[in-house]
């Protein structure tokens, strides 16, 4: 099966996956973000005692959060380096994550509809086909489970905001990180989601105020936002 990955965009992370857990590395915005997203998940639904699986989980913040909070973890992503991480971190931890080397598009051939909650953050702006990514998605998770998705928003604000100021002035992301062609605009996603029979729950963003140094959720998802989804019973 052809597998829906750009091997450049997966070796960025692979090289860099040593300083995952270094909350002053290229990757403080997600140890930010974090906080932010585990509560807005669980405001949709409770994560203690289901069954999640997280797509792209790098080296597992988000699962880790995820684990502490009482959900029986899986984490699937394709650079190998970043699971290494991910698999190492869980000594520091103490937490039990189950951490595989797969595509989306592969896990849901073998273990379709096994999930009660899909998460898949600030991954789909880096693959060819995210229709193919959020259609996985779908197919893993049971029917009535949520499924998560971040992204960044296409638009010439997310382009100044997301490439120019991120990369290139705060320099909060090394140059390169992303590829405005590969944003997605909210009403793709939730097109690709419905097409993959999920329903949209709630459409929220997640903005960097550059003098207070501080992300907040709210309205503004003209940058960075993030999309609930339920799959159909
Ligand atoms: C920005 S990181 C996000 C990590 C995590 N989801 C989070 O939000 O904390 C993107 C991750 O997606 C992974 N990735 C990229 N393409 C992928 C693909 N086709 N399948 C699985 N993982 C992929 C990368 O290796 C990287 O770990």
């Given amino acids: 099966m052809r597998v829906n990955a750009d091997p450049a ?71 190998e380096k970043a699971l290494g991480v991910a698999r190492l971190h869980l000594f520091e931890s103490g937490l039990k994550i189950d ?9 849901a051939e073998r273990h379709a509809g096994a999930f009660d909650v899909v998460t898949c953050l600030e991954m789909l702006e880096h693959v060819p086909d995210p229709a193919s990514t959020v259609a996985a998605c779908a197919r893993l998770v049971k029917p009535g489970g949520m499924v998560f998705f971040s992204t960044i928003n296409r638009n010439p604000k997310a382009y100044l905001f997301a490439v120019i100021g991120a990369e290139y002035v705060l320099k909060l992301l090394p140059r390169g990180t992303h590829d405005y062609a590969k944003f997605i605009r909210p009403a793709e996603l939730a097109r690709y989601a419905r097409a993959a029979h999920l329903d949209s729950a709630e459409l929220i963003g997640l903005s960097y105020n550059p003098f207070t140094r501080v992300y907040s959720l709210g309205r503004d998802t003209d940058v960075n936002y993030l999309l609930s989804t339920r799959r159909e019973a």
């Fill in 9 to 79: 965009e997966v070796q960025k992370f692979s090289d860099l996956a040593h300083r995952w857990w270094d909350p002053a590395s290229e990757f403080r915005p997600l140890h930010e973000i974090n906080p932010l997203r585990l509560d807005w998940i669980e405001t949709q639904t409770p994560l203690a005692g289901k069954q999640v699986l997280d797509v792209g989980c790098g080296g597992g913040l988000l699962s880790e959060g995820m684990a502490a909070r009482g959900a029986t973890v899986t984490g699937i992503d394709l650079s």
């Fill in 99 to 107: 951490y595989q080397h797969s595509s989306a598009e592969d896990f």
